[in-house]
């Protein structure tokens, strides 16, 4: 996964052409699909006007360098309608409020990863949240769980800070797992005083059974009484 800020300033290469036809100056966002519908390719003096490029026509994203086909690929925004109006909405991410369907406030989009290969967007690095006393930091939310990509908001589904991957003083780890975790062990405690209170009531009734059954045997000292009738029976005989 490539974050977005990777890819400004990248060079743009056509293959067919071996020429370089500018950089990637900013990425135009198709809201619907949650990724990236183009590039806008800041000219640098190749062409006059803007221009953009069709991110399906996009070859490959390396570190160095953006590449396609043909130079034709790179093409102004008016003779591409179906991506006007996204170019005109100029959607962004960053910097945008991360709600939940419940009206919780995650934090702000501080980045977001791109799936270089399709230009889907994998997920989004939140900053600047506390939720419920324990994230504070940084999170990151996979965008399965956006349902809406706004200009002011971003929203997320209900319930969905339980699948944030955290990251507070250097700990990173699944939300959803501490959660889970914690649930445990509660209910393993709860279980054991249940053991220990149920054992304390049935101690109380085990004892004076055992009781019962030794104090008798303690009273008939049958041992005793035939030590006496054998010292009776030596006498006799010496008298």
Do not use: C
């Not at 590449?67 to 910097?95: F, M, R, Y």
């Amino acid at each position: 996964m490539k974050p977005s800020r990777k890819f400004l300033s990248l060079p743009i290469i056509s293959l067919q052409e071996g020429q370089q036809l500018g950089y990637v100056k900013s990425l135009i966002l198709n809201a619907g699909t949650k990724s990236l519908a183009a590039i806008v390719v800041d000219p640098k003096g190749f062409f006059k006007d803007q221009r953009i490029i069709p991110y399906s026509k996009v070859v490959s994203v390396g570190d160095d360098a953006i590449t396609i086909n043909k130079e034709s690929h790179v093409e102004k925004t008016s003779s591409l309608p179906e991506l006007l109006d996204l170019v005109k909405e100029k959607l962004t991410i960053i910097g945008t409020k991360m709600v939940t369907e419940t009206g919780k406030t995650l934090g702000t989009a501080d980045e977001y990863y791109v799936d270089p290969s399709t230009g889907k967007i994998t997920q989004i690095e939140i900053s600047g949240g506390k939720l419920e006393g324990f994230l504070n930091g940084k999170a990151w939310i996979s965008a399965e769980y956006i349902t809406t990509i706004g200009h002011d908001v971003i929203v997320i589904q209900k319930g969905s800070e339980n699948a944030l991957t955290v990251s507070d003083k250097g700990l990173s780890d699944s939300f959803k797992n501490l959660i889970h975790t914690t649930s445990n062990l509660a209910s393993e405690k709860t279980h054991t005083i249940s053991n220990y209170f149920k054992k304390e009531r049935v101690k109380p009734q085990t004892a004076p059974e055992k009781a019962a059954i030794i104090f008798p045997e303690t009273q008939v000292i049958s041992p005793t009484e035939q030590t006496v009738s054998e010292i009776t029976t030596t006498k006799d005989p010496l008298g």
